[in-house]
């Protein structure tokens, strides 16, 4: 049963993100899905619905554990952690960006924002998440003398969660999972690199 609905959730997705949430109907969804009309309305009630556990599982389901539980012995490792984690989820959304879909997911994000006004309350939410762990981690490794004290905790903080954001927009252009992981690797590393002592 749990295989079904996952089916129904994943062929979903990659049908919102090929046409977008607008232009996918439901008799496509079940189509594509293989499965009667009966066995699709025992998962979900409508498109609406369907779209609510898309949205739960490839954006909010992935995004909340990044910052969750990392420990905070370092800033270094704090990064490395992070990294790690994260291209533990590029892993698992590969398949639909190697699908050539990969460009149209802040699309998909953008249209939910559009569908639902609570998922810009929740999106708030998990950036709020996101900033405070990087304030704590920041701060503790200022405390232990592993980064300077040079500027706002703040502002390193922000430069951590926006760096990656160009290089994420140049590989929406070119569908590059592998350069944009290089890359953003690259890119906290050489801000760690000149901010500890």
Excluded: C
């Excluded at 607008?22 to 079940?30: F, G, H, M, Q, Y």
């Excluded at 009630?45 to 969750?68: C, D, G, N, P, W």
């Excluded at 990392?70 to 398949?95: C, G, M, R």
């Excluded at 802040?106 to 006004?117: D, T």
Aim: charge should be neutral; proline fraction near 2%.
């Amino acid at each position: 049963m749990k295989d079904t609905k996952e089916h129904i959730i994943k062929t979903a997705f990659l049908l919102f993100l090929e046409k977008s949430y607008k232009a996918v109907t439901l008799k496509d969804i079940i189509r594509k899905t293989g499965l009667s009309n009966g066995a699709f309305y025992h998962y979900f009630e409508s498109k609406e619905q369907l779209h609510k556990e898309v949205i739960e599982t490839y954006l909010f389901r992935m995004a909340r554990r990044i910052y969750e539980h990392y420990p905070k012995s370092s800033l270094w490792n704090f990064i490395q952690d992070t990294l790690n984690d994260a291209e533990e989820v590029h892993k698992k959304i590969d398949e639909f960006l190697l699908a050539g879909s990969g460009y149209n997911f802040l699309i998909f994000m953008f249209e939910a924002m559009g569908q639902f006004p609570e998922i810009r309350v929740e999106i708030n939410n998990l950036h709020k998440m996101e900033f405070a762990a990087w304030v704590e981690i920041i701060e503790i490794a200022k405390a232990k003398g592993e980064i300077r004290d040079a500027l706002p905790t703040e502002l390193i903080a922000r430069m951590f969660i926006y760096v990656p954001d160009g290089s994420y927009l140049e590989f929406m252009i070119d569908a590059n999972i592998a350069k944009y992981k290089l890359v953003h690797r690259r890119l906290w590393e050489g801000l760690y690199n000149m901010l500890k002592v």
